[in-house]
């Protein structure tokens, strides 16, 4: 008879878990029967004593059964998902899915909501009116045999384990665990049912992990996961010290993934996207050239997939492609004090701000103003002459204080002679 206490002192001790032992402790906590306090001192164990791969995959897989699992195996071809680590002004999915989807390989994606600084697929996607992202699984599986997209909310019947478990951990300091945040992701990936996953692990200042070293431990970690459970899995350590592409906030990011899906928007953001898809392509099976992929970006294909993914799922496409702006009640552009190179646009100070004035929730219950973030008019590497627009705040809220919002900001950017050129993707993880 295993019992919790022994198991917690077993990894106290730095001794590694079997697979027994893992299964039953999540089986257990999952049914109600290990209460919160043992789970947590069991999680601050590894903390300090870390987890060995083989008791990494025994949870992820224990998790991954705690839960309803997608069945996707009656839509043919590779069914392909990508996973973001977490970003700021990260629209990546919005593009990426129809971009993909426009060559035939199947585009099966469930996201999440945004928390804190990071925002969320999902809170982008319910800013086009009409949007549904809650669907049925019967749906979801349709949607895909129509279509080849779907981009919907995580049924809360999938990884139940991890559900209480992150909860619990984010109340007891141990979220910044790597074996358990790479379980964490992987069963929910496992279990939403694609064959093939492009896990994009961000790293720098908007970022989970701070440093590239890390980044590496936990891209590997998820790699090599999602290859022993047969799911051929690829990870790519991108850049986030400063917000990707232009504008954060949810209208703004769907606003801007729309001019990149129509061939405009900024070229740095169009290329890196081409650059993922090209990966996630050949997970698919489709193998492109980065031109090819552009082709799609300029000459409609990707976009026409995107309106049909937005009125399968309810969206409003006329009002969508002909209000793209909406007006806040507030706005306040703020300017470059000095001339010179942008060397710093922090992420996690501009997430931090876009939520403040809106966009992000601080608490899970704290309801969104679509509308309100930041638009960027200059980006790391950019020149910058005294007096030029270097960002913008739009709000809503009377009560927000955008002038030491602005203060903030400025003093988490940086402006020096050097030119400095920053790439999105830093490494490739196979
Ligand atoms: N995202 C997740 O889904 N889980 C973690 O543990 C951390 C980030």
Not at 53 to 69: F, I, K, P, R, W
Not at 212 to 237: F, K, P, S, W
């Amino acid at each position: 008879m295993l019992r919790m206490v022994d198991l917690i002192q077993k990894k106290r001790d730095g001794q590694a878990l079997t697979k027994r032992e893992t299964t039953w402790m999540i089986d257990h906590y999952t049914q109600g029967e290990i209460p919160d306090y043992q789970m947590a001192a069991w999680a601050m164990a590894v903390y300090f004593q870390g987890m060995t791969m083989a008791e990494t995959a025994d949870l992820t897989m224990a998790m991954v059964a705690s839960g309803q699992q997608i069945d996707l195996s009656s839509i043919s071809g590779i069914k392909v998902d990508k996973h973001s680590t977490g970003g700021v002004g990260d629209k990546v999915t919005i593009i990426l899915a129809p971009l993909v989807a426009s060559f035939g390989v199947p585009v099966a994606k469930m996201s999440g909501r945004g928390l804190g600084h990071t925002g969320g697929t999902l809170d982008k996607l319910e800013s086009i009116q009409g949007f549904q992202v809650e669907q049925t699984q019967q749906n979801f599986v349709d949607q895909v045999k129509d279509i080849g997209i779907s981009v919907i909310g995580q049924s809360d019947e999938l990884v139940k384990a991890d559900k209480l478990l992150y909860a619990l951990r984010d109340v007891t300091a141990t979220v910044d665990i790597i074996p358990l945040i790479a379980s964490s992701i992987m069963s929910k990936k496992i279990a939403a049912g694609s064959d093939a996953i492009l896990l994009d692990v961000t790293v720098g200042s908007g970022a989970f992990m701070k440093n590239l070293e890390d980044a590496r431990v936990l891209a590997q970690t998820m790699v090599d996961l999602g290859n022993a459970v047969g799911r051929q899995t690829v990870a790519v350590i991108t850049d986030m010290r400063q917000p990707l592409g232009t504008t954060i906030g949810n209208r703004l990011e769907i606003a801007e993934s729309l001019a990149i899906l129509e061939g405009a928007g900024s070229p740095q953001l169009r290329q890196f996207i081409a650059e993922l898809a090209q990966m996630l392509l050949q997970l698919g099976g489709v193998s492109k050239s980065l031109d090819e992929i552009l082709a799609h970006l300029s000459n409609g294909a990707a976009l026409e997939k995107f309106k049909q993914l937005v009125v399968a799922q309810g969206g409003d496409v006329t009002e969508l492609l002909t209000t793209p702006e909406h007006q806040t009640a507030f706005s306040k552009v703020v300017l470059s004090q000095q001339s010179g190179y942008l060397t710093a646009f922090d992420a996690l100070t501009a997430g931090h701000l876009a939520m403040r004035a809106g966009a992000g929730r601080a608490t899970k219950s704290d309801v969104l103003d679509l509308d309100a973030g930041l638009r960027l008019f200059k980006k790391i590497g950019d020149q910058v002459v005294k007096g030029e627009p270097l960002f913008e705040i739009v709000y809503n809220h009377a009560d927000f204080d955008a002038d030491q919002a602005a203060a903030q900001m400025l003093a988490a950017v940086s402006i020096s002679e050097e030119k400095i050129k920053l790439k999105e993707i830093v490494e490739i993880i196979k």
